[in-house]
């Protein structure tokens, strides 16, 4: 079955600092691939995706690239500010059938100025 | 666009009592997910639907857990009778149908049993 696997939590970073949450995945097929934050109190919404190998999403300075041979989807800043503090969500889908997401365990970053 | 709409979203209750959560998907959507979130279990898929008619119930947990979509405006998810580890935060989540669309979360009931 799918399976997303995220790097633990939580991560704290200095602002400014460099950003990277590793995610990897076992899908059969050729899944769509996404990164889903979430703001304390506020429920889940999409951060970036990628719908094919070598792809890259990007959003709010934030990016992944939709690595095929190494079946990554890692997520990078450059610059992490305060106002990034959250959980983010790594998540595929997969094609035909039904439409379910499989998400990962989530990863919290915490920002401190 | 008005979102995926979730009520109440706090709801504070007995043991045993019953307790309904509602949401309000965005039109056009055309499929429906219940997710429980915990800090021990992360985010569960509990059920779905596709065009008002539940696909996958599996993650429904126990028989106290039902699910219902009436029309396309409009699901809930009901537990009777309620019991304190069925605390957590609930999300209703909506998407329209082709597969590399994302989904699209409400802000989720904070559901506590005592």
């Known amino acids: 079955g799918n399976s997303v696997t995220q790097m633990e939590g939580p991560v704290t970073l200095s602002e400014e600092a460099f950003l990277t949450i590793n995610c990897t995945y076992t899908a059969t097929g050729y899944p769509s691939l996404f990164w889903y934050v979430q703001y304390p109190g506020e429920g889940l919404q999409l951060l970036l995706k990628?719908?094919?190998?070598?792809d890259k999403g990007s959003n709010k300075g934030f990016e992944a690239t939709y690595r095929k041979e190494t079946t990554s989807f890692h997520l990078e800043k450059g610059s992490v500010q305060v106002s990034d503090s959250a959980v983010y969500f790594c998540?595929?889908?997969?094609?035909?059938?039904?439409?379910?997401?499989?998400f990962g365990t989530g990863t919290k970053l915490q920002v401190i100025p | 666009d008005a979102g995926v709409i979730q009520s109440p979203r706090h709801e504070v209750t007995e043991m045993g009592q019953e307790v309904t959560l509602r949401c309000k998907p965005i039109s056009g959507h055309d499929y429906l997910f219940w997710y429980r979130q915990t800090m021990m279990r992360g985010l569960e898929l509990l059920i779905y639907f596709n065009n008002n008619v539940p696909i996958d119930d599996s993650g429904m947990p126990e028989d106290r857990f039902s699910a219902k979509m009436p029309n396309a405006s409009f699901s809930t998810l009901k537990i009777q009778p309620s019991e304190p580890r069925d605390s957590a935060v609930y999300f209703c989540a909506t998407q329209y149908g082709i597969f590399n669309q994302p989904q699209h979360f409400g802000d989720g009931t904070r559901l506590s049993i005592l």
């Open positions: 990628a719908t094919k190998a070598d």
């Open positions: 998540a595929l889908r997969t094609p035909g059938g039904y439409q379910k997401v499989t």
